[in-house]
T-cell receptor, first 113, second 111 residues
Framework: SQTIHQWPATLVQPVGSPLSLECTVE??????LYWYRQAAGRGLQLLFY??????ISSEVPQNLSASRPQDRQFILSSKKLLLSDSGFYLCAWSVEGAVTEAFFGQGTRLTVV | GEDVEQSLFLSVREGDSSVINCTYTDSSSTYLYWYKQEPGAGLQLLTY?????DMKQDQRLTVLLNKKDKHLSLRIADTQTGDSAIYFC???????????FGRGTSLIVHP
């Protein structure tokens, strides 16, 4: 069966520090991968998606970047965090080549102080 | 692009039915989903409906789709305190692998 792992679960970082959030998927090949951010009182904002290794599409220009160094690994990064980067970050995957539901990780609560 | 609207809050009494509504703008939406998010957790798919359907029932859940009015609803019968969560509708056009999510409706169930 397929599983998705996202870590860490919570993170408190000072303004100006770097960020690296990691997401891995098991039990499937070449999944579509997504990073979403959920700010308080708001819905899901799609940040990045990827349909294959090294293929990253950015939906919203901002202080973050994403990379997919391996087929089932998706990393969200920042060189210098801003206060506005605080939020709940969700990684998700869906089946390659099919229009199906997305499967979400448990999320990372990031607080920038 | 697709615009998906949901009311932010719904409060019901335990045992009553809950109806969560969603309206959308893109008539090419082919796949329509309802996700549930419990506090501090990711989203889990509750149910889904295809655009060629008007209704789908799954135990306590009933999904209604009115394509003419571009309106999707989720009815939860006999609502329990464990149903308290945020409910997201999401729409996806055929051939697209990017769903568009509503802002989520926070369902509060009172004992």
């Amino acid at each position: 069966s397929q599983t998705i792992h996202q870590w860490p679960a919570t993170l408190v970082q000072p303004v100006g520090s770097p960020l690296s959030l990691e997401c891995t998927v098991e039990g499937t090949s070449n999944p579509n991968l997504y990073w979403y951010r959920q700010a308080a009182g708001r819905g899901l904002q799609l940040l990045f998606y990827s349909v294959g290794i090294g293929q990253i599409s950015s939906e919203v220009p901002q202080n973050l970047s994403a990379s997919r160094p391996q087929d089932r690994q998706f990393i969200l990064s920042s060189k210098k965090l801003l206060l506005s980067d605080s939020g709940f970050y969700l990684c998700a995957w869906s089946v390659e080549g099919a229009v199906t539901e997305a499967f979400f990780g448990q999320g990372t609560r990031l607080t920038v102080v | 692009g697709e615009d998906v609207e949901q009311s932010l809050f719904l409060s019901v009494r335990e045992g009553d039915s809950s109806v969560i509504n969603c309206t959308y703008t893109d008539s090419s939406s082919t796949y329509l989903y309802w996700y549930k998010q419990e506090p501090g957790a990711g989203l889990q798919l509750l149910t889904y409906i295809f655009s060629n359907m008007d209704m789908k029932q799954d135990q306590r859940l009933t999904v209604l789709l009115n394509k003419k009015d571009k309106h999707l609803s989720l009815r939860i019968a006999d609502t329990q305190t464990g149903d308290s969560a945020i409910y997201f509708c999401a729409l996806q056009a055929g051939g697209s692998y990017i769903p568009t999510f509503g802002r989520g409706t926070s369902l509060i169930v009172h004992p």
